[in-house]
């Protein structure tokens, strides 16, 4: 994902580059949550952003924005950076940690069950055995499932 500074010209982050030039660059992809039962465990708590200090303060002395802020912290939106991570693994599309943690510990309880239908190296189930989460993954690649069940192992050590 790419963010870019319109007034200042700067840019933070990569993206994949492409050859279009009558439109922009599709620099983000949609995460999606899916839930058996339409009751369903979504801790938007643990993904709060901290508040400032500045914005802590402010609030202990304006009742308007003190009802408006919630003390735990900012709700994180729907458009995430998550930075990427090196990797030396034979996977062209490898994601960085960080983006199934934010998923599993947002929208899935400990002892619960994660469905990776398209597992790739295996990055969710790692950060599913270290949030004590049991994961069910599926991939094609053979050898990607080698890759996968070599991190796994390695992980559990």
Known sequence: KQLWNFKTKTSI???????????????????????KDPKYYFDLDSIRIPLKAQ?????????TFR??????????GD?????LEPSREQHIAMFPKTLPEFCIIA?????????????G???????CQKLGRKFIGFEINPDYIKIANRRLKENEK
């Open 13 to 35: 982050g990569g993206s994949m580059p492409t050859g279009v030039k009558d439109r922009l660059n599709t620099v983000s992809e949609s995460i999606f949550f899916f839930t």
């Open 55 to 63: 914005t802590l303060k402010r609030s202990k002395y304006n009742s």
């Open 67 to 76: 009802t408006v802020c919630n003390p735990k912290g900012k709700n994180p």
């Open 79 to 83: 458009c995430i950076m998550f930075p």
């Open 107 to 119: 929208g899935c309880p400990k002892n619960g069950i994660v469905l990776d239908p398209f597992m």
């Open 121 to 127: 190296s295996g990055t969710t189930a790692l950060v």
